[in-house]
């Protein structure tokens, strides 16, 4: 499936952010650039907080009809009125989280660079399958997952793949043939300009 369309972008937010601030931001992007998805990827673990981050991104993003995940927080996604949950466990929760959550919410899985991870929360009931980091980090255990990984899924399993975690340009392009999304935000925030930043990744997808 990846072998012949252009991968589509999710957009991560950042860690915490200031939702007044964001908002306009996140708008300019959304304007700027085609995004599938927006994920929320605040680490607060103030209810209050992250709700408020939650209510400004979803204004913004379902203005524009781009739909909005929550990562980790189940719970909160009914509450809130968001478009489904991105897991962080791998397979061990899916199964409980559809059920909980329904057939017509968005669930993803992140799976590191467990291909037997994928296999299982695709089979459990998730609608994506994130694998990562693609790039050098010093953060986690220095695993990195693929381009083989990633080539594999394309060509075996129809379930959407995303590629996350320390990407570039030369990451996006090589790994472009084989992915169905790129996940990007750490990429982009620490630059001055996170459009400008997000269009120079973007280039060699044409």
């Not at 990846?2 to 939702?19: C, G, K, N």
């Not at 700027?32 to 605040?42: D, H, T």
């Not at 673990?45 to 909005?68: G, I, K």
């Not at 630059?191 to 400008?196: F, M, N, R, S, Y």
Request: proline share 5%.
């Amino acid at each position: 499936m990846a072998e012949t369309e252009r991968p589509q972008i999710y957009l991560v937010t950042p860690h915490s952010f200031d939702p007044e601030a964001f908002a306009p931001e996140l708008a300019r992007i959304l304007d700027s650039v085609e995004i599938a998805c927006v994920r929320l990827a605040s680490t607060s673990e103030d209810e209050s907080e992250v709700a408020r981050a939650a209510d400004a991104c979803r204004e913004v993003a379902h203005a524009r009809d781009v739909p909005l995940v929550i990562e980790r927080h189940i719970a909160l996604v009914e509450r809130l009125g968001l478009d489904g949950v991105h897991l962080a466990d791998g397979a061990r929760s899916v199964r409980a989280t559809r059920k909980a959550l329904g057939g017509d919410a968005i669930l993803g899985s992140y799976c590191a660079a467990s291909r037997h991870d994928g296999l299982v929360a695709g089979e459990a009931g998730a609608d994506y399958i994130s694998f990562g980091p693609v790039g050098e980090t010093g953060l986690g255990d220095g695993t990195r997952a693929e381009r083989d990984l990633f080539a594999w899924w394309s060509q075996m399993i129809e379930l959407p793949v995303v590629a996350e975690g320390a990407l570039d340009v030369e990451l996006i392009a090589e790994f472009a043939p084989v992915v169905d999304f790129f996940a990007l935000g750490a990429e982009i925030w620490r630059a001055d300009d996170p459009v400008t930043a997000l269009n120079d990744l973007l280039k060699p997808l044409g």
